[in-house]
Structures are given as structure tokens and as C-alpha cells.
């Protein structure tokens, strides 16, 4: 057969490359129907129907020799069936296909009689190995999906009903299924030609496995991967023989050892296979089959030998490789992780610094990062499959690592740098390409014996190539693409070891050896994110959920870890590469997920540390709360007690002062804050560690999640602070909100120190939005709460006349006894009260407040008309009609007079109606506050602003004069009141006069009360003081009236009498 193929026309680098990239795709198709048949809700209605038991029954029973005269059952859903399970069908059918294209390619590979050693020709050996673990891999995969031979058979008798006929496909379709069914017995039959050139590719692993599968301290002893160890070598670069063979995968090369000799197990009995089988069964327990399915592969083994004879022997060495692997295997790989720890982290610190060193280096960070995917792979396979039977050592105790976040963020740190500084790289390889390696490969072409035509031109090709590089390429952004380089290379290996080729490659090793050294330096050039893929892809963490959400959790409750934790929504990013073009399906489930769980992941650490934060912020504003004055009083009662104790009695505990847990005997005693603030410091780390993280097309930014969180907790804390309960009336004090708040913000202001956000944007954003009704979630605000309370609360209670307003304190002042209301209005109403207030709800706040208090006013004078309308309906008098009112209200042109007219006559119902103020027994003026106890000297600020406004918007411009009237008109009702007899009628008299004169009273000192008015004039002087206060009010708030009109209308002297009145009654009630 040999004679009648040339090996250049058989394209086998082609095929092997197409039947490896075809096999992965079968094995996601494969993979997704073992899942669906294997998931009661995602597999086919069909196979869970109950009216179809009985039929399926019968199709799993006489597979695949089915009649479907048994079948009447399905008859009338063949079409729903046929649509149904197509896919599942021609998926195997694909695989039938897939099986003969891989026998066809191993025949013309035996047949060309191809050399393999890995560290000779490493993609064609690769590929080959590949390419039969793949398809073992199916097989076993095949025959480990639940109702295959039911959805096959469902389909085919669905088929045979609509065209009469079965499907073309479906007879070997169906010896294929009962054939491998357990599928090793049949692919060892099968393997049975190949079994020399497969023996021969893995016994070439053991020089690069052996030296791959070592123990940390061989690796500590030998420095490996260390930059420093040898810091002469520090700028030369890193290389061997053998470069492709450096970061092969070590997971993959023992699948590659135990799936191989399970199939040539012949060869098991020579010394270098058996070491290889040995070690690679005693590494572990499980091996992968495809993402998260594995194979207990010690007893599957031992399932396959039991039935062999003479194979005693190779069952008790497995059930030995078992027992090591079970007793030593994990702590083995817990000491490998401990060590890639510290050496990625010595790695990633150097090459931060010193970038320049990755390009001599490289080589060295895709060994590391090789090195760590291969123990998170173990460590994630052999957790979620524990030994079948429990061992003596600690092995489930190695198989959780608490310190696993550690080892994928440093992984993650040096992919960072790979991408950050990979025209560095490319800088130093493109020069080295064309400095170095053309002029070496140039060289070594030259000195070759022989070289055919087609070795030539690939050989030519190849220099030509690299020799044409140069840096400015790079500088100018040029898009490298060296993929021809690479095939052709793979090529060239085909065509130089198989049998009589004129250029044998295994007698040519330098020149094999220089050519892969210059594939590695094309891959630094074109190639970096494919072979971070190749080395540090961690995407099997989408089929490890729980496990990848617990370690996720565990990381965020272990603060030595929290710095790392930002590798979990980096890992996210990775999922994308599991997916395969030949199962396009899958690809929104897998974008779904990768979404859902980098958005929980940065939810929940911005959420960790806006809990750290609001913690700090809550003690921050109790010890600020601890510096108020208020709390001097208990202070200064120790003070005072102190200085009077009785030294019988014990001395009492000293109180603590603000500022004591500052105070430190030590360094090293941590405070509950010191660890808050640590564990701030790390979480912080992880959110600023990248602005951005990219999975599939979106970018996520972990920092807007933390502004976001900061955001909202910051206005549900405001909300908090203010403590208003409107069952008890209580509400916070502005002034001591103002001081929370403020210790609130500076808390927050320091997060700006840990992470890179614009802390200033959330106060705006917070800040503003207190200042309006309700916020963007719809909740009470800040202004909303106290604007509530002060109209609600405050002023009701002044109307109650429990509160008055003092002029000289300018504020609202009790008149009740302590604890007869539930606050004090001076302790919400002074000038540092309403200052903070302003600050806290800024001008739109208090432009709502005052909006809300007009509103109150307007329905005050609402009343007036509903009192109008009460006595018309009570059949009283009424001097204005109520309907001809109505009637006038619709004449649009007499609305302007009338408005005028009923503003004068209200005008002098108020002037004439003020002396009637005299005869309220709260009408009388405290001097002490410069205010009535019925605050009837805000009347005075009232008349002056409804007045005002009422002539106004008449628009006769007659204001002054009217005012002037008014003047007239209030003094003469209250002259008259001086010379009424009633007592009754006279009792707040020279009260009421003050009204007219707002402005600030004579001084009055205690001895000249005291003898300017006899107790016995005390009443009547009293009375006319009362009615003085109001003309005095009057003209002091008035832009228009002055004392000299107001001493026309009304003598200065009564005024002046009133206030020695008031100030002398006061007086003698104290």
C-alpha cells in the first residue's frame, strides 16, 4: 500500500489540523446532548412521555432491530418526533462520519510509516495523539448518554412511518452504538494495527513528562521559574531545545498516556510504557473525558482487564496506582499550588517593574501559567469527584484551598501584562527573528546534504519571511499574521519522517529544533492571546458553577484573600473561548451565564465593601455624636461631684472621653476598625485593579459598581440619620444631622484613597436629590422629612399656642414646662438650627419648605370663605351675596375693581378688629422674648406682606396710601380702646399698642421699673401696654409708614408707657 502513496500528496498536517478542530466540535455536540437526555427538563418531551413508555421500552429493547408495526403510539406525532430529534440524530450521524475519517487518517499514517516524537516533530506528534484521545474521549462520551439508543430509534421508526424507508444512515449507525457499548473493548480491536506507531509517540512523552511531573521541592531546588536565581542569566533569554514541549499541558499528556496504553496495553510489559502508565495512574483518580465530565479511571480500568486473562497482575498494579493516588496524590498538588503562589506572584512583581524582561522572559511566564492551569484543573475535577473510597490521609482536607483566589489572580495579573505590553514583545521578537534566526535557519539550510524541491521552498519560504522583518513594522501598527510559517512547518514534518524520505528530520535535530524555536518567537509576535488561551485558559469553571460561586464566597469571607478576589469576574471572560462554531447553540446559554455571574460577582464585592464602609461611617458618627456639647453635661456633673464626694462612698467609674480609642500601648493589638480598614485596603485593591472588564461584547467597570452602591446606601443613610417617626412626632435635631453627615462624607471621601472614584459625583448626586420631595427610588428625602415635620409638628403646635416666637432670640420658644410637649421649638428653630437645615436641604430644600408653609397659609385663608359660606347656609346675615360673588367671579373684566374694593374692606376689618386682641388673656407681651404669648406680633409682618401683596396684583399702585389708612385707622380704633372702663375689654391693652412698633424696645433697667410704676397701677398699665405693642410692630416692619406718621396717629408716649408696662408686669410675675 506504501508504494502506491506519496506522503507530500496526503496532506496529513491538513487533516490532522480539520479532524482536530471537527473532533472538538463533536464532543460539544455530543457533550450538550448527554447533558440535555441527562436533565428531566431540558431533554425531549417525547422521552418523558408517559403514553410513550411502553413504545420506548420497545425500541431500547430490540435496538437496533426495530419493527414499527409495534409502534402504532407514535404514528400520529411522527413529524413532532422527526423535528424534535433531528438534531440529536445527524448529530451522531456527523459522528459516524467523524469515526471514518479518523480510521482513514490513522490507516494512511501507518501506512506512510510517520516517525513521532514529540521532541522532534511536536505539532505532528501532538496532533496525532490528539486526535485518538479525541476520539476515544467520544466513544466512551457516546455510550455514556442516557436514551441514545431511544432517540435514535424514536427517529428512525418516525422516519421510516413518513418515507416508507429507514434512514440511509441508520443501520451502521446502529451497530456503532451496540459496538461500543462498553466502547474500549472495541477501540483496543480497532487500535490493534496502530498500536506500534502509538506506542512509539508516547513512549517520546517520557523525557518531557518525567521532567514535567516533579514534586514542589524538586522544583524549589532546581529554581524553576525563577527570575532571580540566577541574575547573571537575567537578560539572556529564555530557551531550550525543545520550546513547544515546555508548556505543553501536563493534564493533557497523561490523558494522552492512560487513554493510549489502555488501548495498546500490550506494550505494558516493557519497562518505559510502564513507568509512564504508572505515574500517570497514580497522579490521580479521575481523568477528564470533556469539561466536567471524567472517568473514575482506576476502576474502569480494572472493568476492562477483569474480563482479559492473565491480566491479574495489571489489575492489583492499578488498584496500587489507586491507593497512592488517593493517599498522596492531593497533598502532592496542594505543595505544587503553594509553590506556583509565590513564584507567579515573584514573577508578575519583577515583569510589573521591569516589562523590558518579557520578551527574554516569555517563555518563562507561558511555563507558569502552564504549570498553574494544570493544578486548578486537578484541584476542580478531583473536588467535584471525590475517591470512591475514603483514605487514611487528609485528603479532603487538601481538596479545599482556601488560598485558590491567590493562584488565579496572579495567573490573571500576568495575562494583564502579557496584553499590556505586547509591542514590547513584539519589539524583541521581531528583531530577534530577523537578527538572529534568519541569519542561523540561512545558515543551516546551507550546510543540508540533501533537500528536495518541496522541503526547499518551504525551508526558503520560512527564511525569506522572517528575514524581511523590522521594527517599524511595530512601530507603525502592522497587523503580523504567521500562520503560513506554522503550517508550512507542520508540513515539513509530515514530508521529513515518513519511510524513504530523501530529508530525514530525525537526522537533522538542530535544524528541527532551531525551526520550533522560531515558530515560539512568531507565536510572540501574532499569537499572544491564542496561546494565553493554550496555557492559562480557565473557561472550565463555566461547567463548575457551584464550586466557582462557593470559592467566589469563601475568597469574599476571608479577608487574607480579598485582594484576589478580582480574578472571579476576570475568569468570566475566558468562558467565550469554550464555545465551538459546530455548536452554535450553546453559545447564548454560555453568554447568558457568563453575564449573570460577572455582574452577581461585581454586585457582591461592591457590595462587601460598601457593608465595610457604612461600618465605618456608623462609628465615625458616634464618636462625632460623643463630641456634641450636649454630652458635656455628664462631664461636668463628674467635675462638680468630684469636687464634693464623700470619701465613704465609692469613687464612681471614670466616664470615657472622646478620643480614647486613640490611645495605643501597641502596634500589633488590632481594633475592630484597624481590621475594618484592612479588609477596606484589600476589597479596594480588587475593584481598582482594572477600570474594565470585558466579557463577550460588553465591558463591565467594578468601580461604577462601588459608586453606585456608595451612592444609594449614602442616601439610605441620610434617610436614617434624620429619625423621623411620625407616630412620636421625633425627628433629628438639624444641627446634630449636620455633624453626622458631615462625618458620613469625610468617611467616604477617604475611599477615594484605596479606589479610583469620584467620590464628589456621589455626594452631588445624593446630596441634590435630598433636596427634593422624593428621590429617584421614590422615598422620602431629607427636605421632605423635616418640611413635613415643621409644618406638620412645629406649627401646629404654635397654633396650639404652646409655642411663641421671640424676636430677640429669633427663634421659637416654648412657653410650657419641660416634657408637656415632646420637644423644645428653640432646640429646632434657632439660627444655628436653620443654618444647618439650609446646608443639609440646600435652596431647593428650603425653597419646598417655604412652598409648603404658603400652602398651609393659603388654606388659612380658605377658612375665611368656608366661615362665609357656613353662615349663609345657617340662614345668617350676610353682607355679601354668596351666588352674586360667584356671578362676579365669572366677569373677567370687574374682577380687577372688586378685588380692590374687598381688599380695602378687608383692610379695615383688621384695623378695627385689632383692639378686640386686648380682651385674649394671651395676648400679653413677654418682654423677655420681645413676642406675645399668642404670637399676635408676627400680625405685623402679616399685615405688611398680605397687604402689600393684595394692593399689588390690583395694580392701583395706591399701596402706600393705603397703608397710610390702615396706619389711621388702627390707631384710632386703639385711642379708643384707652377709653374704654371694661377690664375685660382693656386686659392686654398696652399688648396690643406694641403691635405698631416693631422695632427694638427702649432699655428698661430693673431699678427704674421698679419705681416708675406702683403695684397698684399695675393692671391698668398693664393693659394699655399690651395694646401699645401692636402700633410699634406695625410701622417697624413697614417699608412705607415711619415713626414720625405714626407719632401723628399715635403718641410715642403710650408706646413708650406700654413698653414700662409690659416689662414691669413681667417682672413682678417672676
Known amino acids: 500500500m506504501s508504494r502506491h502513496l506519496v506522503p507530500s500528496q496526503q496532506k496529513l498536517a491538513e487533516k490532522l489540523s480539520l479532524m482536530n478542530d471537527r473532533g472538538i466540535g463533536m464532543l460539544t455536540r455530543i457533550y450538550n446532548i448527554k447533558k440535555a437526555c441527562g436533565d428531566a427538563k431540558s431533554k425531549p418531551g417525547f422521552l418523558s412521555d408517559k403514553t410513550l413508555e411502553s413504545s420506548i421500552k420497545y425500541i431500547v429493547r430490540r435496538f437496533p432491530n426495530i419493527d414499527i408495526k409495534g409502534l402504532q403510539a407514535i404514528t400520529q406525532i411522527r413529524n413532532e418526533i422527526i423535528k424534535s430529534l433531528s438534531l440529536y440524530y445527524y448529530t451522531f450521524v456527523d459522528l459516524l462520519d467523524f469515526k471514518d475519517n479518523v480510521c482513514e487518517l490513522l490507516t494512511t499514517m501507518d501506512a506512510c510509516q510517520v516517525h513521532l516524537d514529540i521532541t522532534l516533530n511536536f505539532e505532528l506528534t501532538k496532533a496525532y495523539l490528539d486526535l485518538v484521545v479525541t476520539y476515544v474521549t467520544l466513544m466512551v462520551l457516546l455510550s455514556r448518554v442516557e436514551d441514545r439508543k431511544a432517540v435514535l430509534g424514536l427517529f428512525n421508526a418516525a422516519h421510516e412511518m413518513v418515507h416508507n424507508q429507514s434512514d440511509s444512515s441508520f443501520p451502521r449507525l446502529g451497530q456503532m452504538i451496540m459496538d461500543y457499548d462498553p466502547p474500549i473493548k472495541k477501540l483496543s480491536e480497532e487500535f490493534g494495527p496502530h498500536a506500534k506507531l502509538l506506542c512509539t509517540a508516547l513512549v517520546s512523552l517520557s523525557q518531557i513528562y ?37 508548556y505543553l499541558s501536563l493534564d493533557a499528556m497523561e490523558r494522552w498516556i492512560i487513554f493510549g496504553f489502555m488501548l495498546c496495553h500490550q506494550v505494558l510489559n516493557q519497562e518505559r510504557p510502564n513507568k509512564l502508565w504508572i505515574a500517570s495512574l497514580e497522579s490521580s483518580w479521575v481523568v477528564a473525558l470533556f469539561r466536567d465530565e471524567v472517568l473514575y479511571i482506576h476502576s474502569y480500568i480494572q472493568s476492562y482487564f477483569d474480563c482479559m486473562k492473565g491480566y491479574s497482575k495489571r489489575i492489583s498494579e492499578v488498584k496500587d496506582c489507586y491507593n497512592q493516588a488517593i493517599q498522596k496524590a492531593a497533598l502532592r498538588h496542594r505543595e505544587r499550588r503553594k509553590f506556583l503562589r509565590t513564584t507567579l506572584k515573584e514573577l508578575g512583581l519583577i515583569l510589573t517593574d521591569q516589562p523590558g524582561l518579557l520578551g527574554p522572559k ?167 492571546d491564542e496561546i494565553l488561551v493554550e496555557t492559562s485558559d480557565l473557561s472550565i469553571f463555566c461547567f463548575y458553577s457551584k464550586i466557582f460561586e462557593d470559592q467566589f464566597h469563601m475568597c469574599l469571607e476571608f479577608p487574607a484573600q480579598n485582594r484576589y478576589i478580582v480574578a472571579f469576574p476576570l475568569i468570566c471572560g475566558h468562558f467565550q473561548s469554550c464555545t465551538h462554531e459546530l455548536c452554535p447553540e450553546e453559545r447564548h446559554h454560555i453568554r447568558e451565564r457568563s453575564l449573570s455571574v460577572v455582574n452577581m460577582f461585581l454586585d457582591e464585592m461592591a457590595k462587601e465593601a460598601k457593608n465595610i464602609i457604612t461600618t465605618i461611617c456608623d462609628e465615625q458618627c458616634l464618636m462625632s455624636d460623643k463630641l456634641l456639647p450636649k454630652h458635656c ?43 475594618l480598614h484592612m479588609a477596606l485596603t484589600e476589597l479596594c485593591f480588587a475593584i481598582n485593579f482594572c477600570s474594565t472588564i470585558n466579557v463577550w461584547e460588553y465591558t463591565f467597570a467594578p468601580r461604577e459598581y462601588l459608586t453606585q452602591h456608595l451612592e444609594n446606601q449614602f442616601a439610605q443613610a441620610l434617610g436614617g440619620m434624620v429619625m423621623y417617626t411620625k407616630d412620636t412626632s421625633e425627628i433629628a435635631k438639624p444641627s446634630e444631622l449636620f455633624v453626622s453627615v458631615r462625618a458620613y462624607m469625610n468617611v467616604l471621601q477617604t475611599v ?143 374682577i380687577e375693581e372688586d378685588e380692590h374694593l374687598l381688599a380695602c374692606l378687608l383692610m379695615v376689618f383688621v384695623a378695627v378688629s385689632i383692639p378686640k386682641l386686648a380682651r385674649n388673656e394671651t395676648s400679653f407681651y413677654r418682654a423677655s422674648l420681645e413676642g406675645h404669648a399668642n404670637n399676635i406680633h408676627c400680625m405685623a409682618s402679616a399685615v405688611n406682606n398680605i397687604f402689600g401683596a393684595m394692593f399689588t396684583i390690583c395694580n392701583q399702585g395706591d399701596i402706600e396710601d393705603r397703608m397710610k389708612e390702615f396706619l389711621a385707622l388702627a390707631s384710632s380704633s386703639l385711642l379708643r380702646l384707652g377709653q374704654e372702663a371694661d377690664k375685660e375689654v382693656i386686659r392686654n391693652r398696652e399688648s396690643v399698642y406694641l403691635l405698631l412698633d416693631q422695632g427694638k424696645p427702649p432699655p428698661v433697667h430693673q431699678t427704674e421699673i421698679r419705681t416708675s410704676i406702683s403695684p397698684s397701677s399695675a393692671v391698668k398699665l398693664n393693659t394699655t401696654s399690651m395694646l401699645a405693642n401692636y402700633a410699634t410692630e406695625i410701622v417697624q416692619e413697614s417699608p412705607f409708614l415711619t415713626m414720625d406718621l405714626l407719632e401723628s396717629c399715635f403718641p410715642y408716649a403710650l408706646i413708650r408707657n406700654a413698653y414700662h408696662a409690659v416689662y414691669k408686669q413681667e417682672h413682678l410675675q417672676s
Open 210 to 246: 518525567f521532567g514535567r511531573n516533579l514534586s514542589a521541592e524538586k522544583w524549589r531546588s532546581d529554581q524553576k521559574l525563577s527570575l532571580v536565581g540566577n541574575p547573571g542569566h537575567l537578560l539572556k533569554p529564555s530557551q531550550t531545545d525543545t520550546m513547544s514541549c515546555e
Open 633 to 675: 453635661a455628664i462631664l461636668i456633673s463628674q467635675v462638680v461631684n468630684r469636687k464634693k464626694k464623700d470619701k465613704n462612698k465609692k469613687i464612681a467609674p471614670e466616664i470615657a472621653k472622646p478620643g480614647v480609642e486613640s490611645y495605643r500601648k501597641t502596634r500589633e493589638d488590632l481594633t475592630t476598625m484597624d481590621k
Open 362 to 528: 516569555a517563555l518563562l511566564i507561558f511555563i507558569g501559567l502552564c504549570f498553574a492551569r494544570d493544578e486548578v484543573y486537578w484541584l476542580l475535577r478531583h473536588n467535584d469527584n471525590p475517591p470512591l473510597q475514603k483514605s487514611k490521609g487528609k485528603t479532603t482536607e487538601d481538596l479545599v484551598d482556601r488560598q485558590m483566589p491567590e493562584l488565579l489572580f496572579h495567573m490573571e495579573e500576568l495575562r494583564v501584562l502579557v496584553r499590556k505590553y505586547s509591542q514590547v514583545m513584539q519589539r524583541y521578537y521581531v528583531q530577534y527573528l530577523a537578527g538572529f534566526d534568519a541569519i542561523a535557519l540561512n545558515q543551516m539550510i546551507q550546510n543540508l546534504q540533501v533537500c528536495p524541491e518541496d522541503e526547499s521552498s518551504i525551508l526558503s519560504s520560512l527564511c525569506n519571511t522572517i528575514t524581511n522583518l523590522s521594527v517599524k513594522q511595530v512601530e507603525e501598527n502592522e497587523l503580523f499574521d504567521f500562520r503560513a510559517i506554522r503550517l508550512d512547518w507542520f508540513r515539513l514534518q509530515a514530508y521529513t519522517t515518513v519511510s524513504k524520505s530523501p530529508l530525514v528530520l530525525a537526522e537533522n535535530r538542530d535544524l528541527a529544533s532551531l525551526i520550533d524555536t522560531i515558530v515560539f518567537h512568531t507565536k510572540m509576535i501574532d499569537y499572544l
Open 752 to 894: 477615594e484613597n484605596y479606589v479610583h472614584i469620584d467620590i464628589t459625583r456621589v455626594f452631588n448626586n445624593a446630596l441634590l436629590q435630598q433636596t427634593q420631595s422624593m428621590d429617584s427610588h421614590g422615598k422620602t428625602t431629607v427636605a421632605a422629612k423635616y418640611t413635613e415635620w415643621y409644618s406638620e409638628v412645629l406649627l401646629r403646635r404654635v397654633s396650639a399656642g404652646n409655642i411663641c416666637f421671640s424676636n430677640n432670640q429669633r427663634a421659637f420658644v416654648s412657653l410650657t414646662a419641660e416634657g408637656t410637649i415632646p420637644f423644645n421649638a428653640e432646640e429646632f428653630s434657632d439660627i444655628n438650627e436653620l443654618r444647618a437645615l439650609a446646608e443639609l436641604i440646600g435652596p431647593y430644600g428650603m425653597k419646598l419648605l417655604n412652598e409648603t408653609l404658603m400652602w398651609h397659609i393659603a388654606g388659612q385663608v380658605q377658612e375665611l370663605k368656608v366661615v362665609s359660606e357656613m353662615a349663609s347656609a345657617a340662614g345668617l346675615d350676610c353682607k355679601v351675596d354668596p351666588t352674586l360673588v360667584t356671578a362676579l367671579r365669572n366677569q373677567k373684566n370687574e
